[in-house]
T-cell receptor, first 114, second 109 residues
Framework: DTEVTQTPKHLVMGMTNKKSLKCEQHMGHRAMYWYKQKAKKPPELMFVYSYEKLSINESVPSRFSPECPNSSLLNLHLHALQPEDSALYLC?????????????FGPGTRLTVT | KNEVEQSPQNLTAQEGEFITINCSYSVGISALHWLQQHPGGGIVSLFMLSSGKKKHGRLIATINIQEKHSSLHITASHPRDSAVYICAAGGTSYGKLTFGQGTILTVHP
């Protein structure tokens, strides 16, 4: 199984809502990533988890809160988002958190903040 | 200047043409990644290379470490190859990828 799954596929939320994005992989990968992608732009790294510990936070606002409950699961908790946070949120995983491991991407969650 | 530069930004081809997308980088890398993204879709890893050349079907990727340059070639292009192709430099720590701006490829039948 070389698949990374993400739920939901689409999410519309108001600025006062709390919601969560979920990402799952069963490849035994020990590194997991959250990316944000705006239209016609490359992905921007948000967070990296390595062995279930947060390794990188790319100065992401606190209204985005990541969580890695176990080695297969990665969540992104959303609270008090702004309309400019509307984007495609991609999860990825790799064997290890080093640049010479291939990253496997999920299909993404398209988030709209109203 | 971006740390990873791709050219061209847009590329239009007729079916069957040979296509080349170039990538130059200025950062130290542990590997160079080529990724493909179809409209509205997720990202697929095509190649990861740290030296030489790799081939999958009609796709070929090369890298010249000394010149800090990589190319992605598509032979006998097909309309289903239409997508955004992204070059990304894999860093030497923490798995961080530094992305190029992407090349939008359109192949007409």
């Amino acid at each position: 199984d070389t698949e990374v799954t993400q739920t939901p596929k689409h999410l519309v939320m108001g600025m006062t809502n709390k919601k969560s994005l979920k990402c799952e992989q069963h490849m035994g990968h020990r590194a997991m990533y959250w990316y944000k992608q705006k239209a016609k732009k490359p992905p921007e790294l948000m967070f990296v988890y390595s062995y279930e510990k947060l390794s990188i936070n790319e100065s992401v606002p606190s209204r985005f809160s990541p969580e890695c409950p176990n080695s297969s699961l990665l969540n992104l908790h959303l609270h008090a988002l702004q309309p400019e946070d509307s984007a495609l949120y991609l999860c990825a995983s790799s064997q290890g958190a080093v640049g010479h491991y291939e990253q496997y991407f999920g299909p993404g969650t398209r988030l709209t903040v109203t | 200047k971006n740390e990873v530069e791709q050219s061209p930004q847009n590329l239009t081809a007729q079916e069957g043409e040979f296509i080349t997308i170039n990538c130059s980088y200025s950062v130290g890398i542990s590997a160079l990644h080529w990724l493909q993204q179809h409209p509205g879709g997720g990202i697929v890893s095509l190649f990861m290379l740290s030296s030489g050349k790799k081939k999958h079907g009609r796709l070929i990727a090369t890298i010249n470490i000394q010149e800090k340059h990589s190319s992605l070639h598509i032979t006998a292009s097909h309309p289903r190859d239409s997508a955004v192709y992204i070059c990304a430099a894999g860093g030497t720590s923490y798995g961080k990828l530094t992305f190029g701006q992407g090349t939008i490829l359109t192949v007409h039948p």
